[in-house]
């Protein structure tokens, strides 16, 4: 059987053409993390209700697939997770609103920077690559 995962190296010059891409969504989640900012309650509310809910659903899903093997285990691992779900929603106004709304903007803010200085190396590489003589 045959290893047909792309190399590191066959990926790079393909990454290295869209470097735009990564600039592009490095700028918006800056955006998106300065808005978060300026709005902390909402995202705030934002963030324990989509964290809540996820992990609602995910017992749900957990509970669905109790008939198989180690069902009981499964069963526990969805309910331990209802019920802390159930408490984030609960309990958000006591669990320090400045502290879930500063997770948001941290989070954007440095994946934004992250992504911005991936894609400006991509396009300085693509720069430097374009003004290579050719080698064959």
């Known amino acids: 059987m045959t290893d047909v995962r792309p190399s590191l190296a066959a990926a790079i010059p393909a990454i290295t053409r869209r470097w735009g891409w990564f600039v592009a969504l490095g700028v918006g989640e800056l955006v998106l993390g300065v808005i978060a900012f300026a709005n902390r309650m909402a995202a705030n509310l934002a963030s324990v209700l ?7 659903a995910a017992s749900t899903i957990q509970t669905a697939h109790a008939p198989a093997a180690g069902w009981r285990w499964i069963v526990a691992a969805g309910r331990l997770t209802v019920g802390v779900g159930r408490v984030v929603l609960a309990a958000w106004l006591a669990i320090g609103l400045w502290l879930l709304g500063a997770m948001p903007v941290v989070d954007l803010v440095y994946q934004g920077g992250g992504l911005l200085a991936f894609g400006l190396a991509l396009c300085t590489r693509a720069l430097r690559r374009a003004y290579e003589p050719a080698t064959e």
């Open 50 to 56: 989509i964290i809540g809910a996820a992990m609602i």
